[in-house]
């Protein structure tokens, strides 16, 4: 593949690359021309790192599409995770709320269960009546998920705030043991727990077979464009943090919407690849990268967070408030009992789909 086929091919992240040189030459421009200004620029750097975060997800896609499930989706949902540590550490640079990684964490599982999940299914209900997949998956991703954040965003309403950093500490180390078992699962004997057996689709007559020298090329050139891309995300990150901060200084805006836009940036990709596996009929792709989406953003997020209040000494608030812990109660029961019998419809989708408009209602009102 040559160059100019390539950059022709990657002109997302030509723009994104454009976008971040322009926002580092006129920052002090953006910064001194006003409050309206400021939000204009968070909202183009928005766009332009959820269009690189897109090529980056195509490309984790082309790399998944090559190794196959279970280690195809969980290259998705690694990659998506990393845009929103990346992102999250850089953001927290930047701001002083102490809330904003349990806000962030808790818009993903909002995101990722009610509205990736609940929108797919919804729609690919409507389109193909019952979607069958594996409820081993979906019964253990939703005890993982019930676990880790019981353990991360509920339990430390109860810790004395002279001994956050024991409980710290301790977390870091639960969240790690959790997901190495996880893992081990996920990759070792228990493999077939997140995979389905669907009907192969029968080549076309006369094509030709693929050639394996240009599969191992095309995996190259996709792991050496996601790892420009993330490092183009968190350049532009950068600026779109400062840009927000002072473009929402001093407003009445929800005080949740930065989280809402960390978890929107990392959940955009996700989305579009869930929407196309529902739509071709392959609902555990789906179940995977949902799911497994919001497993990893609690069980990936917390420890490096938690490391970093133990390394700086100032600890983050991780206690849900009492409406977030009832959302995310509804959300998991309402799970437990949708993805309990291996087949989705368009009823459950929507009952998803709902918890999913109650979130952004409630985030609104500032709740």
Not at 72 to 100: D, F, H, Q, R, Y
Request: with cysteine; proline share 5%.
């Amino acid at each position: 593949m040559g160059v100019l086929s390539l950059l022709k091919q990657e002109r997302s992240l030509v723009i994104a690359l454009a976008a971040g040189i322009a926002a580092y030459a006129l920052e002090h421009s953006v910064l001194e021309a006003g409050r309206s200004v400021s939000v204009i620029a968070a909202a183009l750097l928005i766009g332009v790192i959820i269009l690189a975060s897109t090529r980056v997800a195509h490309h984790a896609e082309i790399l998944a599409h090559k190794v196959g499930d279970p280690y195809g989706t969980m290259i998705l949902t690694l990659s998506a995770v990393a845009v929103e540590v990346l992102i999250l550490g850089i953001m927290m640079g930047n701001t002083t709320s102490p809330t904003l990684v349990r806000d962030t964490i808790y818009a993903a599982v909002m995101l990722d269960i009610n509205g990736i999940l609940g929108l797919a299914a919804l729609l690919g209900g409507l389109r193909h009546g019952e979607q069958p997949y594996n409820d081993d998956s979906s019964r253990t991703y939703s005890v993982m998920i019930l676990t880790a954040m019981g353990i991360s965003m509920i339990v430390p309403e109860f810790i004395p705030s002279d001994r956050w950093h024991y409980y710290s500490a301790f977390t870091i180390c639960a969240m790690i043991a959790l997901y190495a078992v996880f893992l081990k699962m996920q990759v070792g004997p228990h493999s077939y727990f997140f995979s389905y057996s669907y009907p192969r689709p029968k080549p076309a007559a006369g094509s030709p077979a693929p050639s394996e020298q240009t599969d191992e090329e095309l995996a190259a050139i996709s792991i050496g464009i996601i790892l420009f891309g993330v490092l183009i995300i968190g350049f532009l990150a950068e600026f779109m943090s400062v840009f927000m901060g002072a473009g929402l200084e001093g407003t009445a805006a929800p005080p949740a919407l930065t989280a809402v836009v960390v978890a929107a940036i990392s959940a955009a990709p996700e989305i579009l690849t869930a929407l196309r596996a529902a739509l071709r009929n392959r609902m555990q792709s789906v179940v995977n990268i949902a799911m497994g989406a919001s497993l990893s953003t609690v069980i990936l997020t917390v420890p490096v967070m938690e490391a970093i209040a133990l390394y700086s000494g100032q600890p983050f608030l991780m206690a849900m408030t009492p409406v977030q812990t009832v959302m995310v109660a509804i959300t998991l029961i309402a799970a437990a009992i949708n993805l309990n019998d291996g087949q989705t419809n368009a009823i459950e989708g929507m009952t998803h789909f709902v918890l999913f408009a109650t979130f952004v209602m409630l985030t609104a009102l500032g709740l």
